[in-house]
Structure formats: structure tokens, C-alpha cells
């Protein structure tokens, strides 16, 4: 089977004035279907830029990105969407939730979008809410629920329409630390279950090592 994500050669430049600032410098990464990788590196070392372009959140980039056996870095606007709606999932530091849809509605309208209907993406909703811990807050808001269960929803939206891909950026960045072990290990054991593959960007050597492999970026070069 072939590798969920291949990074071949990317770069990444910005110009200041004069000054050219090398934020990736030909970055290659594999990463196998299930797999779990942590991105480790200090802030400032490029994790957040690798995370946008695997994404395709951002352009500008030189190199090669296959995600799932398609190559990606070159495609249009509504080819990048198709691919991050069919085959990404997205955890920020923050949980971005929309404030005014509860818990099951804000795991249930990416399913929507995805072409689901309503009564089968609202049990998937539920299902994996569940699995985390979350049965009893399902018509909960954002602004009722506490840092760690609001992340926990996050999660489960990233989870919702099974992406071969999960890119989660410091998923834990904004909780306590007990905190972010709870959560840190719901995600992985999630993420294992659902079968998905998933890049991790954390500065966090401790959590990092409770993944499968740790890649690690330094002024934009990988080891």
C-alpha cells in the first residue's frame, strides 16, 4: 500500500526587503496509512508552514505533495478544496468551533458538506463524541463546555468524514497539562481506531514520544 502522504523536495521562501528567509528547505516525508508522526521542533522552526502547505492552506510553496497517491501541490483552488474536504482532517491549537451550533452540530456539518445525510451523520456525530468521553454534552455549546472537552469536539469534527490525514497543530497547546494528557491520549487512541494516518506539530518532547515516529525540524530542515 501506498504511503498517505509523500513530501518530496518542498521550500518555502519569503523575501523581506533584500533578505531571503528560508522557512523550509527541501523537507521529505513519508508517512505510511495509520501511522502516527510526531513534528517536532522549537517555535519559529517552520512546523506550522509544513503543516499549511500538507494542507494546502497556503501557496507559494516548490516541491511535490501526494496525499494518497495524488499529486496535490500543483492543483486549483477547487481542487484543493475536493482534497482537504475528501481526505484532510484539521486540529488547531484553538478548537475554532462555531459558537452558536452544539456539540453534535458542529461534528455533523462537515459531514454535510461532505454530501452526508443528516440522520447518518448525526449518529457519526454522536459515535465518535462518545468515544470520547462527550455522551452527556452532546447539546452542549462551545461557551458550556470546558477547554478540554471543547478540543475533544475539535477532534471529533477533524475525525468526521474518516480522512486518510489528520494535521493537527499543538493540538494541546492551549490546555493544562493534565489536561493535554487526557486529550493528547483520546486522540491517539481515536485516531488508531478510525485507521487514519496523522502528522502532530508539538514542541513537546514528552508528548511527541508517545507516537509512533518523531520527525524533527530544525531552520526548516527535517531529520
Do not use: C, W
Amino acid at each position: 500500500m501506498s504511503d498517505v502522504l509523500e513530501v518530496r523536495a518542498l521550500a518555502r521562501t519569503f523575501r523581506q526587503a533584500d533578505v531571503e528567509i528560508h522557512v523550509l528547505r527541501q523537507v521529505d516525508l513519508s508517512i505510511a496509512p495509520g501511522e502516527i508522526v510526531a513534528l517536532l521542533g522549537p517555535s519559529g522552526s517552520g512546523k506550522s508552514t509544513l503543516l499549511q502547505a500538507v494542507g494546502l492552506l497556503e501557496g507559494g510553496f516548490e516541491g511535490s505533495i501526494r496525499i494518497a497517491g495524488e499529486e496535490v501541490a500543483r492543483l486549483d483552488s477547487v481542487g484543493r478544496t475536493r482534497v482537504r474536504r475528501d481526505r484532510l482532517g484539521f486540529v488547531y491549537q484553538f478548537h475554532h468551533l462555531l459558537p452558536d451550533f452544539t456539540a453534535v452540530e458542529n461534528v455533523v456539518l462537515p459531514q454535510l458538506i461532505h454530501g452526508a445525510e443528516t440522520q447518518p451523520a448525526q449518529a457519526r456525530a454522536a459515535e465518535l463524541l462518545s468515544a470520547l468521553g462527550l455522551a452527556q454534552r452532546l447539546g452542549h455549546r462551545p461557551s458550556q463546555l470546558s477547554g478540554g472537552e471543547q478540543q475533544r469536539v475539535a477532534v471529533a469534527r477533524a475525525l468526521a468524514n474518516r480522512p486518510a490525514l489528520v494535521l493537527a497543530d499543538e493540538p494541546t497547546g492551549n490546555l493544562d497539562e493534565a489536561t493535554a494528557d487526557i486529550v493528547l491520549a483520546e486522540f491517539l487512541r481515536l485516531v488508531r481506531q478510525e485507521g487514519s494516518a496523522a502528522l502532530v506539530a508539538t514542541h513537546n518532547e514528552r508528548l511527541a514520544q508517545r507516537m509512533d515516529r518523531i520527525v524533527r525540524l530544525h531552520e526548516g530542515r527535517l531529520s
